[in-house]
Protein backbone atom coordinates (compact mmCIF):
# COMPACT_ATOMS: atom_id res chain seq x y z
CA UNK A 1 0.00 0.00 0.00
CA UNK A 2 1.80 3.25 -1.18
CA UNK A 3 0.18 6.30 0.41
CA UNK A 4 0.46 9.52 -1.28
CA UNK A 5 0.37 13.24 0.35
CA UNK A 6 -0.17 16.19 -1.67
CA UNK A 7 1.48 19.64 -0.53
CA UNK A 8 1.92 23.17 -2.35
CA UNK A 9 -1.59 23.92 -3.69
CA UNK A 10 -3.24 27.28 -2.84
CA UNK A 11 -4.24 30.65 -4.55
CA UNK A 12 -2.22 32.59 -7.55
CA UNK A 13 -3.46 35.52 -9.78
CA UNK A 14 -2.69 34.19 -13.54
CA UNK A 15 0.83 34.35 -14.36
CA UNK A 16 1.99 32.84 -11.00
CA UNK A 17 3.65 29.97 -10.32
CA UNK A 18 3.47 27.42 -7.59
CA UNK A 19 5.26 23.86 -7.34
CA UNK A 20 3.39 21.43 -5.97
CA UNK A 21 4.74 18.20 -3.70
CA UNK A 22 3.86 14.51 -3.24
CA UNK A 23 4.94 12.95 -0.46
CA UNK A 24 5.19 8.81 -0.70
CA UNK A 25 5.18 6.52 2.13
CA UNK A 26 6.77 3.73 0.10
CA UNK A 27 10.13 2.38 0.60
CA UNK A 28 10.10 0.91 -3.05
CA UNK A 29 8.70 4.47 -4.48
CA UNK A 30 11.49 4.23 -7.21
CA UNK A 31 9.43 1.29 -8.37
CA UNK A 32 6.55 3.30 -9.63
CA UNK A 33 5.65 5.45 -12.49
CA UNK A 34 4.53 8.96 -10.47
CA UNK A 35 1.98 10.76 -12.49
CA UNK A 36 0.05 13.88 -11.91
CA UNK A 37 -3.99 14.90 -12.90
CA UNK A 38 -6.30 17.59 -11.99
CA UNK A 39 -10.47 17.46 -11.96
CA UNK A 40 -11.72 20.73 -12.12
CA UNK A 41 -15.75 21.19 -10.77
CA UNK A 42 -18.25 19.03 -12.89
CA UNK A 43 -15.29 17.72 -15.25
CA UNK A 44 -13.25 14.79 -14.84
CA UNK A 45 -10.33 14.54 -14.10
CA UNK A 46 -7.66 14.81 -16.57
CA UNK A 47 -4.25 14.05 -16.94
CA UNK A 48 -1.23 16.42 -16.48
CA UNK A 49 2.10 14.85 -16.22
CA UNK A 50 4.02 11.26 -15.19
CA UNK A 51 7.00 10.50 -14.96
CA UNK A 52 8.69 7.20 -15.00
CA UNK A 53 10.41 5.67 -12.13
CA UNK A 54 13.90 6.74 -12.74
CA UNK A 55 13.42 10.37 -13.60
CA UNK A 56 14.50 10.48 -16.83
CA UNK A 57 11.64 10.23 -18.85
CA UNK A 58 8.63 12.62 -18.81
CA UNK A 59 5.38 13.06 -20.59
CA UNK A 60 2.45 15.99 -20.74
CA UNK A 61 -1.05 16.99 -21.40
CA UNK A 62 -0.74 19.45 -24.20
CA UNK A 63 -2.61 21.93 -22.31
CA UNK A 64 0.76 22.08 -19.73
CA UNK A 65 3.38 21.92 -22.42
CA UNK A 66 5.93 24.66 -22.04
CA UNK A 67 4.40 25.43 -18.73
CA UNK A 68 4.59 22.48 -16.51
CA UNK A 69 7.36 20.55 -15.45
CA UNK A 70 7.27 16.94 -13.30
CA UNK A 71 10.71 16.06 -11.76
CA UNK A 72 11.25 13.43 -8.90
CA UNK A 73 13.77 12.98 -5.70
CA UNK A 74 13.76 9.59 -5.09
CA UNK A 75 15.95 9.32 -1.69
CA UNK A 76 13.06 11.83 -0.30
CA UNK A 77 10.35 10.05 -1.87
CA UNK A 78 8.87 12.83 -3.36
CA UNK A 79 7.04 13.88 -6.75
CA UNK A 80 6.83 17.63 -7.93
CA UNK A 81 5.16 19.67 -10.18
CA UNK A 82 6.58 22.66 -11.16
CA UNK A 83 3.55 25.24 -12.64
CA UNK A 84 4.62 28.34 -14.50
CA UNK A 85 2.45 31.07 -16.35
CA UNK A 86 -0.77 29.71 -14.74
CA UNK A 87 -4.08 30.39 -16.33
CA UNK A 88 -7.81 30.87 -14.62
CA UNK A 89 -8.01 27.34 -16.54
CA UNK A 90 -5.68 25.77 -14.99
CA UNK A 91 -7.77 25.99 -11.52
CA UNK A 92 -8.62 22.45 -9.85
CA UNK A 93 -8.00 20.11 -7.56
CA UNK A 94 -4.71 18.60 -8.33
CA UNK A 95 -4.03 14.96 -7.32
CA UNK A 96 -0.95 12.37 -7.53
CA UNK A 97 -1.11 8.69 -8.41
CA UNK A 98 1.29 6.36 -8.58
CA UNK A 99 1.26 3.46 -11.90
CA UNK A 100 2.99 0.64 -12.24
CA UNK A 101 4.18 1.35 -15.98
CA UNK A 102 5.21 4.49 -17.74
CA UNK A 103 3.85 6.02 -19.84
CA UNK A 104 0.44 6.11 -18.67
CA UNK A 105 -1.89 9.04 -19.16
CA UNK A 106 -5.50 7.38 -18.10
CA UNK A 107 -6.49 7.25 -14.33
CA UNK A 108 -7.60 3.42 -14.29
CA UNK A 109 -4.33 2.86 -14.54
CA UNK A 110 -3.10 4.64 -11.24
CA UNK A 111 -3.13 2.44 -8.60
CA UNK A 112 -2.56 4.41 -5.63
CA UNK A 113 -3.94 8.15 -5.35
CA UNK A 114 -3.38 11.05 -3.12
CA UNK A 115 -6.19 12.78 -1.30
CA UNK A 116 -5.74 16.04 -3.96
CA UNK A 117 -4.73 19.71 -3.33
CA UNK A 118 -6.40 22.98 -4.61
CA UNK A 119 -4.90 25.18 -7.02
CA UNK A 120 -7.28 28.22 -7.76
CA UNK A 121 -5.54 30.30 -10.72
CA UNK A 122 -7.88 34.25 -10.16
CA UNK A 123 -7.62 36.13 -13.64
Known amino acids: QVQLVESGGGLVQAGGSLRLSCAAS????????MGWFRQAPGKEREFVAT????????AYADSVKGRFAISRDNPKNTVYLQMNSLKPEDTAVYYC????????????????WGQGTQVTVSS
Open 97 to 112: AAAQRFPRNTPQAYTY
Open 26 to 33: ERTFSNYA
Open 51 to 58: INGGGGLT
